[in-house]
């Protein structure tokens, strides 16, 4: 079999290595167009504070693990697929032939529509070579702008904070993270940023970027002007899918795919960022674009190329967690809740505690926490397992703290019960 | 012959000294607050739960890791943290269903059970066999597996 594989990161690695497992006299080529060893975007912000190296952000360390998995890793980009010849098309004007092709072509940053956005000086932080020029300007005592709070954003945002410059963020919706934090937990990063000495302007926009000497100067939709040597761009992204919406494959908010990850070419499947999925709790298909749902498509579509189609994908639960200047968020699911749906939440303000459950019946759907990091993970043990709470769920809504008791004994329950 | 920890909360009397042989092992401080096994409480019932990473076969810990830092030790077969990779996203903290990797600030790094290479000190300082260190066959895994299995919504591509 001839297995192709179109992106190198998280997703199309792990389904490398996963298809050489399942095939060891398979064909596999990884095609990447980066000019690095596959890395993982991730670790970046942790290259930005000198946390690591920049090998420390490759997704495998051993040298030669490729060449010791016969994956044949080529650097270049495809640019068309030929369906009926079941062939791809690369930039360097090499093809190659497949059996079985997975996309895992991620996605890039949005270009937000803001004059100026491409002055020198502007930059995303999204590849390792974006890393390298923000780390030459964002020296101690620089001035930084970020435009947006969301994931990314926040976790630029600690990476620069911690590089000592006087940093600025600016986000058009009404608090941090929007996508993980509700109002009141959202409200709450911003105040610890603040207090961390980090300007946060909410409900704000970045109206231009002008020229200013040999530096840049950012207007805000509040009048402000802001100064800066640096300004980072992480407005959202957007799936590398337009090739293959050119070569006839359907897409939507990602590449569409079926409960096998299979797109509308039967030998074309899809897995990471660019896939549009299927979520666990909603149970429609939506673009995650997060590291756990990425390896997990690239196992599953993996599997169902090299052995066929043997179980539906039940879908990834959502989650995320982040790290702001120390404060650790976390959300998971359904963590707005659904109608009709019962909730408990926890604030403490001052001590930067907070945590939201979501229930359907007895069962818990999604949930979201700030200054929380032990035992984390059973909030998707839980939400992933359907598991039913009985009694619990009441001594849940009196002490959400005690997620970790309610799981022991509902979850496990027959291991706490053994005698 | 794998072996696994086998914990029967029905003898543990939540003396905690499992706890601070883990913390003294590990973090070379004796401080429950940081150790890998926490043993849970129930007033109610008057009750305590000895609780700690079971090194399940999914490692959706080790797989979800973006830089390789989460690997099988060869021998005890213990998912273990190195933590000179370790770049402390804290991704594992929310794949592991279990909850069992846990972040640590003071590193900025995630700690898990890695079993004490081979010799728990957990198992040595539990004064009453509530936590025992035994051929994994003869031990409750497969019905801890059994529970990882149904959290499992992927196909297995090892099996």
Known sequence: MLYVIVGAGPAGVVAAEQLRKLDPLGNVTLIGDEPEAPYSRMAIPYYLTDKIEEQGTHLRKQ???????????????????????????????????????????????????????????????????????????????ASVVLMGAGFIGCIVLEALALRDVKLTVVEMENRMVPR???????????????????????????????????????????????????????TGVKPNMQFAADSGIETDQGILVNHFLQTSDEDIYAAGDVCQGKDFSTGEFTVQAIQPTAVEHARVAASNMARGHHSEH????????????????????????TEGGDSVELVNEPAFKYLSLQFEDDVLIGASSLGLTQHVGVLRGLIQSRTRLGDWKEKLKEDPLRIMEAYLACAQGQSTSMT | MQKSLHIDPGKCTGCLQCEMACSLENEGVFNPSKSRIKVFTFHEEGRFVPYTCTQCDEAWCMHACPVDAIVINAVTGSKDVKADLCVGCKVCTIACPFGTVNYNADSGKVVKCDLCGGDPKCVSSCPTDAITYVDANATGLDKMRAWAAKTDNSVSADA
């Open chain 1, 63 to 141: 040298s030669g693990h490729y060449d010791a998995h016969t994956i044949d890793v080529v650097q270049d980009r495809v640019v068309s697929i030929d369906t009926s010849i079941n062939e791809v098309h690369l930039a360097s004007g090499d093809k190659r032939r497949y059996d079985k092709l997975l996309l895992a072509t991620g996605s890039s940053p949005a270009v937000p529509p803001i004059p100026g956005i491409e002055l020198a000086g502007v930059h995303n932080c999204w590849t390792l070579e974006d890393a390298r020029a923000i780390v030459k300007l964002a020296k101690p005592g």
């Open chain 1, 314 to 337: 039940a879908g990834n639960v959502n989650m995320n967690v982040l790290d702001t200047i120390g404060l650790v968020s976390a959300s998971f699911g359904s963590w707005m809740g």
């Open chain 1, 180 to 234: 993980m934090m509700n109002e009141t937990s959202g409200n709450m990063i911003k105040r610890w940023c603040e207090e961390k000495g980090v300007a946060v302007h909410t409900s704000t926009r970045a109206e231009s970027i002008e020229q200013s000497g040999s530096g840049l100067v950012v207007k805000l939709s509040n009048g402000e002007n802001v100064a800066a040597d640096l300004v980072i761009s992480a």
